[in-house]
T-cell receptor, first 112, second 115 residues
């Protein structure tokens, strides 16, 4: 069964600290993996997209890693800011972008 | 360049009513997908439209129907609303290149509340 699991479910960190979010998937055949940031009540916004051959991809303070062998991905956020407070959703695609499998997200709260 | 737009932003309906949600895709995109996102959950795929036809459908009842217009915009219709239909409805657009699909861009969503 194609599934995407994320951990932790929620996380609270102090402003300026780093954090790492995890994503494990069983989607097959794997096409690509995306991390989205979703503010409350808004649509998801893409942060990174990685294909099978990519291990690391950065977007500013966001760095995503992918281990296709263990089917794991992580999203590392450095020097967190209050505006980073949002849900972070891991989305895995099978056979192209049409078949998307969503994780339930990690709710990150950054406090001053 | 406007991204994906959705209307209305919020909507309140009562059980048994019908609702229509609208989506305009990002410029240059020809494919529209609809998702339902319950509070605290990830989006669930409803269906996808390309060339004015429903191409793929998720596990949603026939009460959920849609339409795509020649200008690629799309509507999502839900009949006989249930309390459980309360959710954020997301529209995503993409460009279909041959037999493959490119990245989906999401709209801001429509928050539907069923009382």
């Amino acid at each position: 069964k194609n599934q995407v699991e994320q951990s932790p479910q929620s996380l609270i960190i102090l402003e300026g600290k780093n954090c790492t979010l995890q994503c494990n998937y069983t989607v097959s055949p794997f096409s690509n993996l995306r991390w989205y940031k979703q503010d409350t009540g808004r649509g998801p916004v893409s942060l990174t997209i990685m294909t099978f051959s990519e291990n690391t991809k950065s977007n500013g303070r966001y760095t995503a890693t992918l281990d296709a062998d263990t089917k794991q991905s992580s999203l590392h956020i450095t020097a967190s800011q209050l505006s980073d407070s949002a849900s972070y959703i891991c989305v895995v695609s099978a056979n192209g972008a049409n078949n998307l499998f969503f994780g339930t997200g990690t709710r990150l709260t950054v406090i001053p | 360049d406007a991204g994906v737009t959705q209307s209305p932003t919020h909507l309140i309906k009562t059980r048994g009513q019908q609702v229509t949600l609208r989506c305009s895709p990002k410029s240059g995109h020809d494919t529209v997908s609809w998702y339902q996102q319950a509070l605290g959950q990830g989006p669930q795929f409803i269906f996808q439209y390309y060339e004015e036809e429903e191409r793929q459908r998720g596990n949603f009842p026939d009460r959920f129907s849609g339409h795509q217009f020649p200008n690629y915009s799309s509507e999502l219709n839900v009949n006989a609303l249930l309390l459980g239909d309360s959710a954020l409805y997301l529209c995503a657009s993409s460009f279909r290149s041959g037999s493959s699909y490119n990245e989906q861009f999401f709209g801001p969503g429509t928050r539907l509340t069923v009382l």
